[in-house]
């Protein structure tokens, strides 16, 4: 005959299933982890609470309901990770932590969950990173800057969606985004009757610094109007999108050319924003990827 036993340790309560057609004699041992978070490293989650068990008794499953009142935590990215290989008298995972599916009560302030064997379990919350992200839209065909609404989407979890405006081809965000899964993003800018799209793939968020290296660039070229006519004299400035890098010189007979010293990440791709403009107010711009050595 199968019987549901009622456990209670502090914030932790729990239903065992057993079969009592035999005479049963167990142990069950549970180890508060709240003092040993901090040696418990898994990628993209901050553990909040966590309970090493060993129950010596057969179950067939158990229903765990874990109390965080009291605990900082964001309810809206709660996870909880298993570990089927814990020492409790070590309180080390030998083997892997692995995701379990949850509910999470908000109104009394439980994540319930259930499982058929036990050993570590830790909850917490799942980590964010802040994507800060700017740029320059323009006209496919004219290359004009347009006006309108740009929109990053992470490709593996479209729902989460990110809008800003386009003002004069200018738009810049900041927002932030669960590290776990996501790897690419998709930005749309949708202007009049208009839309276009481009594509990222991110980096793994790390807190390494990375050392900047001076890079030598040296650009030239001819200068003409929408017209076809030769622009004899102006100035041309050079500047690195997303950085604080920029230099001007002036130009004559038409022909300019201008060196940029920069102080890069090797690896990787930059814009080079290039303003031409002429004495009479006409003015031209190029856009031109670069990446860094």
């Not at 898994?42 to 090493?52: A, D, E, Q, V």
């Not at 409790?88 to 908000?106: A, E, L, Q």
């Not at 010293?261 to 003015?283: A, E, M």
Request: proline share 4%; charged share 15%.
């Amino acid at each position: 005959m199968k019987y549901d036993v009622v456990l209670h340790k502090d914030n932790l309560h729990f239903n065992l299933t057993l079969d009592l057609n035999t005479n049963l004699t167990g142990v069950v041992i549970i180890d508060d982890l709240s003092t040993f978070l901090s040696s418990i490293s898994i990628p993209y989650f901050t553990p909040r609470l966590g309970y090493g068990i060993n129950v010596s008794i057969p179950i067939d499953n158990a229903t765990l309901a874990i109390s965080y009142s009291g605990i900082t935590i964001n309810e809206n990215i709660i996870r909880v990770y298993k570990c089927d290989d814990w020492s409790v008298s070590t309180r080390t995972c030998t083997g892997t932590w692995s995701r379990i599916p949850i509910s999470v009560d908000k109104n009394n302030d439980l994540i319930r969950f259930s499982v058929s064997s036990f050993s570590g379990l830790v909850g917490g919350e799942s980590s964010v990173f802040t994507v800060n992200a700017s740029g320059i839209a323009l006209d496919y065909y004219t290359g004009h800057r347009i006006s309108g609404n740009i929109t990053a989407i992470p490709v593996e979890n479209p729902e989460n969606k990110y809008t800003t405006s386009v003002t004069n081809g200018e738009w810049s965000m900041g927002f932030d985004m669960l590290s776990e899964g996501i790897e690419h993003l998709m930005f749309v800018v949708e202007s009049t009757e208009k839309k276009g799209y481009n594509y990222l793939k991110l980096p793994t968020p790390s807190t390494a610094k990375l050392n900047c290296t001076i890079q030598n660039i040296s650009l030239s070229g001819y200068s003409v109007d929408v017209s076809g006519i030769g622009i004899t004299s102006g100035n041309v400035r050079i500047s690195v999108l997303g950085t604080d890098y920029t230099n001007t010189t002036s130009f004559s007979g038409g022909t300019w050319s201008i060196d940029f010293h920069p102080c890069l990440i090797p690896g990787q791709v930059y814009t080079l924003q290039i303003l031409i403009s002429d004495n009479r107010g006409k003015r031209g711009e190029i856009l031109q990827k670069y990446p860094a050595k």
